[in-house]
């Protein structure tokens, strides 16, 4: 399985380009999956995020993030690609934006953002930022944390690529899942 993470800051079109990249793949007749954010789950279940978020909030995206990519890769052999809308570290970042970095929690978010094959970052665009009930709709908080994500991502020496159109981003998972057979 090719494991694919989207991520950026919220509103900026992630969960869009999840789909056309499923749209893509599909018709391209590889077996994709979809897995959404976990946050819009997380606020179902009645959990602060954004601005007003909290350790325990924070640790359950990410763990349920993490425990689902796992299921999906060991329970499901059928999918040839998952896309996942936000990465691991992407999560942890609004904690740490909040409450600082946690050492016990740093190893796991490391070790989990190198399991992806592909990371693209989408960049900051304004216009998806949408009330929607999930979404912070602060706009400086939005530029702190794009600006904390492409920071860390350098930072923790994560290889990642710029979201330059569905096309491109297509190219490359088609050609490593050639690769792959």
């Not at 959990?47 to 993030?65: C, H, P, S, V």
Request: overall charge neutral; charged content about 30%.
């Amino acid at each position: 399985m090719i494991k694919v993470g989207i991520t950026g800051t919220h509103g900026a079109g992630k969960t869009t380009v999840c789909h056309e990249l499923i749209f893509g793949l599909k018709k391209r007749d590889v077996n994709a999956e979809y897995l959404g954010e976990v946050a819009r789950e997380a606020r179902q279940k009645g959990f602060k995020l954004n601005e007003e978020t909290t350790r325990g909030a924070q640790d359950w995206i990410l763990y349920t993030q993490i425990r689902d990519e796992i299921e999906i890769k060991e329970l499901r052999p059928d999918v040839e690609v998952l896309i996942c809308d936000r990465i691991g570290l992407c999560n942890y970042l609004y904690r740490v934006n909040k409450f600082g970095y946690d050492a016990d929690l740093d190893p796991i978010v490391n070790r989990h953002a190198k399991s992806y094959d592909f990371i693209f970052r989408v960049p900051l665009n304004g216009n998806y930022l949408k009330h929607d009930g999930v979404r912070a709709m602060d706009r400086e908080f939005q530029r702190q944390i794009d600006g904390l994500i492409t920071e860390e991502l350098k930072r923790r020496q994560i290889p990642y690529h710029d979201f330059l159109g569905i096309d491109s981003a297509l190219e490359m998972i088609l050609k490593r899942l050639n690769e792959s057979k």
